[in-house]
T-cell receptor
């Protein structure tokens, strides 16, 4: 089982739709969780941290389920500019090295 | 506050030449990570450095690749005797000391093409 798994997609949704991605992780001792966004041929950019209590930033909501070992990202009212690859990142559990998922591709169309 | 800087942005090398990639972390950041990304693939960790120390190089090939982060100046990723398979985007990320590397800020990357 891979350490961090994501559905590669692509998720193809119309503008205004709500879309959700999940990411599962295998190390139960993991401590920190993040979502990054990567546009084509660009560097990853930190989108948001994922806290145990969940967190929301505008149209984006991230949640953590430790019991089932997954994190989720919900995007409401999708915009064309949300089209990108979303990377799940898991940290800790005895390692300094963050583990990146391979990403989920989102395409928002008019 | 300038972000993470990498140079060159694009580098073309012939097989057998050396490639040197530079990374200047954000001001105040003392942790540097290097990653490689092949087309249509995810980020692969290569090496984690702090000033003058290699903390973890478990993701770096044993031969031809080396990295350093001197007391002064940028971090350098060096690839000797490049081969076609080294063609990829190489990203550097930095993080501040207090977070222990948990939140990372990426540079724009160096795209290496080996001909």
């Amino acid at each position: 089982r891979k350490e961090v798994e994501q559905d590669p997609g692509p998720f193809n949704v119309p503008e205004g739709a709500t879309v959700a991605f999940n990411c599962t992780y295998s190390n139960s001792a993991s401590q920190s969780f993040f979502w990054y966004r990567q546009d084509c041929r660009k560097e990853p950019k930190l989108l948001m941290s994922v806290y145990s209590s969940g967190n929301e930033d505008g149209r984006f909501t991230a949640q953590l389920n430790r019991a089932s070992q997954y994190i989720s990202l919900l995007i409401r009212d999708s915009k064309l500019s949300d089209s990108a690859t979303y990377l799940c990142v898991v940290n800790g559990g005895g390692s300094y090295i963050p583990t990146f998922g391979r990403g989920t591709s989102l395409i928002v169309h008019p | 506050n300038a972000g993470v800087m990498q140079n060159p942005r694009h580098l073309v090398r012939r097989r057998g030449q050396e490639a040197r990639l530079r990374c200047s972390p954000m001001k105040g950041h003392s942790h540097v990570y290097w990653y490689r990304q092949l087309p249509e693939e995810g980020l692969k960790f290569m090496v984690y450095l702090q000033k003058e120390n290699i903390i973890d190089e478990s993701g770096m090939p044993k031969e031809r690749f080396s990295a350093e982060f001197p007391k002064e100046g940028p971090s350098i990723l060096r690839i000797q005797q490049v081969v076609r398979g080294d063609s990829a985007a190489y990203f550097c990320a930095s993080s501040p000391p207090m977070t222990g590397g948990y939140e990372q800020y990426f540079g724009p990357g160096t795209r290496l093409t080996v001909t």
